[in-house]
């Protein structure tokens, strides 16, 4: 099932926000006007990745700055071994939804 979190125009390119589908918190970043959705924290010391960067298709821990592929939560570098989970999304007319 999908929930709707946010609109097109909510969210410009290169931008992130923190949001919560069903008390989990996610961050949805647009990178190039394709939306994303990653389960908002990293696995090192839980820090939540909505307060760090987006720099392209990388999304940066705040805390010791592990990066993460927005497209998949697949880690790519820092001082962790876990992945991020992401999760699928919808565009349809101006709304952004995601998997519950």
């Known amino acids: ?4 979190v946010a ?14 589908v069903d008390g989990e918190r996610r961050v949805l970043a647009n990178v190039d006007g394709t ?3 990653l389960k908002d924290v990293c696995g090192h010391r839980n820090a939540p990745l909505s307060r760090g960067k987006l720099i392209g298709h990388l999304i940066e821990c705040p ?5 993460f ?15 991020v989970r ?3 999304v919808r ?5 952004v939804y995601t998997r519950r």
Request: aromatic share 12%; charged share 25%.
């Open 1 to 4: 099932e999908f929930v709707a």
């Open 7 to 20: 609109k097109t125009g909510d969210l410009a390119p290169g931008e992130m926000k923190f949001i919560a």
């Open 35 to 37: 939306f994303f959705v």
């Open 63 to 67: 805390l010791h700055f592990a990066q």
């Open 69 to 83: 592929d927005v497209r998949t939560g697949k880690l790519v570098d820092g001082p962790i071994s876990a992945d």
């Open 86 to 88: 992401a999760y699928e």
């Open 91 to 95: 565009v349809e007319a101006s709304t």
